[in-house]
């Protein structure tokens, strides 16, 4: 069915403002990146760059970012396999083995998954120095993995609910175990699913600033958000390369997406149609 | 192939209880069909046998081993469901051979066993499909297939037609009929369907409410109908059934219902006098007769109420004595709604049972 031309100019119009609003801070930070040290403290200031990449240069070799981002790639990618690797047999048991209390334990998560950060940014630094976990790539895993797991037992638990048990019994009966019949059967179909609580995960663990500030104070093992905001030293706010290391973090994450786009998209919008 | 034996068993949920001392047996390559209205339990008993579903006490057997303790893939077992349960992210071909695979057979067995399954049931343009690229019946054959590739001692089905259309479900039933006769081997087949379960059952069980209410060929089970609800369930239009009272006495058979009043004489004497107020006078349509039978039989007369028209058959609603009886008859175009008419029901067709139990009348009328 096609709307009236006027109705579809306005719904144009609309969408048009939402894209550009929620991506003029990125644009303007593109644009930055690809400017000059000049153009950047010009006043009035100016908006098309000329094409440096000076920027660039000065972010990846002058700032180690490349430090930063392998720190950033070790620590989202263990959350994330760490996190998958729970979250699937417990998203599992939650949806198919008949368990007292199981709503709680659901309603639980949530709660976890609720909860300040700051609430628990002390005990979690205390246990952190107890076992030895400050300064560590591990250490901050744990809370992370901590933190993504009720997401993404809640999304898997929502896909394999949807699932049709009788695969499941025709898997048993074809000669599985119940592990069997989960990895052979269950996970494949679950697969949209799967990608997008990791992608979930990865993006937090990724973006995550907060703990990664409180727990890695050597530069050496800091990660992405971090190592950018520390960037500027005492008396220097380099925009520049702030500007050029942002892009380069956020790369990843959108080339991900876009790589995952069709499981992401079936995987949040499953459980509102049924298919 | 082998048969397998149920010893009481028993099954709740809770406090429910779905199933009551189920206790049955089949021989090998006997075809059973477990057949009742929804929530008789009867798709709970076959996942007990399936090892899906534990019973709460009692006893399976398959093939002369108490099956109990082990897992479903130790059962030696395969199972049509209803909603087919084909593995969408695997082809046809590698559905097939999931089972065989899972039993590490070898890849010349597992090609071979597939290339047999795929002429018997004629999928073999479908082989390299995924199941949402098939239709209804062709995921219906698939799901058989794949159960006849692993070739176990028993087949189970739950409601497997249930999904089909009307007349895909009358092919599909023909072939059913088929790959037992051609495979002779042991198959339970669970329906509400009792057209289903007439013609492919040898051996039809009969459940409501957990129990086994009769065990029987199609034929006992119809003719001889061990109480009013198996009478009602079996046959289409379902059997007329009249509640009143009834008494035996010497050569006298006396029925009242209302004005329906029925007295006949039998040629036997019956010792001991029976009487009740819970009885149940049951007459199957196609024994209600319009022309003149030359047996001993009971004549009703009455009008017509409705005749519907089925091209070969005459569905004649008609009402006698206050009680409205279904026939079917031969096609006659001249009969008229409000007709008078005159039925004729053969002695030995009447059933009679007294508190829910039928009274053998055959044995009175020879």
């Not at chain 1, 894209?19 to 153009?39: A, D, E, N, R």
Request: charge should be negative; hydrophobic fraction near 45%; aromatic fraction near 8%.
């Amino acid at each position: 069915m096609t709307k009236p031309l006027p109705e579809r100019l306005m719904l144009l119009v609309g969408i048009v403002f939402a894209v550009l609003g929620s991506l003029l801070p990125f644009i303007w930070f593109v644009l930055t990146s690809l400017k000059s040290q000049i153009q950047v403290e010009a006043i009035p200031p100016t908006w098309w760059p000329d094409g440096s990449l000076e920027f660039y240069y000065s972010a990846l070799f002058d700032h180690e970012l490349f430090n930063y981002i392998w720190n950033s790639v070790i620590v989202a990618s263990a959350t994330t396999i760490i996190a998958l690797v729970i979250a699937t047999p417990a998203a599992y048991a939650l949806a198919r083995i008949r368990l007292a209390g199981k709503v709680w334990v659901l309603g639980g998560l949530l709660c976890v998954a609720m909860f300040p950060q700051i609430v628990i940014a002390g005990p979690v630094w205390q246990i952190l120095e107890r076992i030895g976990g400050l300064n560590t790539h591990w250490g901050l895993v744990l809370p992370y993995v901590t933190l993504t797991l009720p997401l993404a037992v809640w999304i898997l638990a929502t896909f394999f609910k949807e699932l049709p048990v009788e695969l499941e019994e025709a898997a048993q009966i074809d000669g599985c175990t119940t592990w069997q019949a989960l990895y052979k059967v269950m996970l494949p179909l679950a697969a949209p699913g799967i990608f997008t609580a990791a992608i979930l995960t990865f993006i937090y663990a990724w973006n995550e600033f907060f703990f990664a500030l409180l727990i890695l104070t050597d530069p050496a093992k800091q990660t992405l958000p971090v190592g950018i905001a520390l960037f500027q030293g005492e008396f220097t706010m380099p925009w520049g390369e702030i500007a050029a290391a942002s892009v380069l973090a956020t790369l990843p994450l959108i080339l991900l997406v876009l790589l995952f786009q069709r499981g992401i998209i079936s995987g949040l919008s499953s459980g509102a149609v049924k298919g | 192939m082998a048969g397998f034996t149920l010893t009481q068993l028993c099954k709740s949920f809770g406090h429910t209880m779905v199933l009551n001392e189920i206790s049955l047996e089949a021989s090998d390559g006997e075809f059973v069909v477990l057949l009742g209205p929804s929530g008789c339990g009867k798709s709970t008993l076959l996942r007990i046998i399936a090892g899906l579903e534990a019973q709460s006490s009692g006893s399976v057997n398959i093939g002369n081993r108490v099956v109990d303790s082990l897992p479903p893939r130790d059962r030696d077992i395969a199972m049509v469901f209803q909603q087919y349960a084909l593995y969408p992210h695997l082809t046809v071909r590698e559905n097939l051979a999931f089972g065989l695979k899972m039993r590490k057979e070898s890849t010349a067995v597992i090609e071979k066993r597939i290339g047999d399954a795929a002429e018997l049931l004629e999928i073999h343009e479908l082989l390299d499909r995924k199941p949402k690229e098939l239709s209804g019946g062709q995921r219906q054959r698939v799901a058989m297939g794949r159960a006849i590739v692993r070739k176990p001692k028993l087949f189970l089905f739950d409601e497997p037609l249930s999904n089909l259309d009307a007349r895909l479900r009358a092919s599909m039933r023909v072939e059913l009929k088929k790959l037992h006769q051609r495979l002779g081997v042991t198959m339970v087949y669970v329906t509400h369907d009792q057209i289903e379960a007439m013609t492919l059952g040898e051996k039809i069980v009969v459940m409501d409410q957990g129990h086994i209410l009769q065990i029987g060929t199609p034929d006992q089970i119809y003719h001889h109908p061990i109480n009013p609800f198996v009478a009602a369930f079996i046959g289409n239009p379902p059997m007329n059934l009249i509640e009143g009272s009834v008494h035996l006495e010497g050569q006298y058979l006396e029925f009242h219902a209302g004005d329906f009043a029925l007295r006949l004489e039998t040629h036997a004497h019956i010792e001991t006098a029976i009487h009740s107020d819970s009885a149940v006078l049951g007459i199957r349509p196609e024994d209600i007769k319009l022309d003149i039978p030359s047996e001993p039989h009971l004549t009703l007369s009455g009008f017509i109420d409705v005749v519907e028209n089925l091209g070969g058959d005459h569905i004649v609603y008609l009402i006698s004595q206050e009680q409205h009886l279904t026939a079917r008859t031969t096609p006659n175009s001249r009969r008229r709604a409000e007709d008078p008419i005159t039925a004729y029901v053969p002695l030995q067709k009447l059933h009679v049972f007294v508190n829910q139990v039928r009274i053998p009348l055959e044995l009175y009328y020879h």
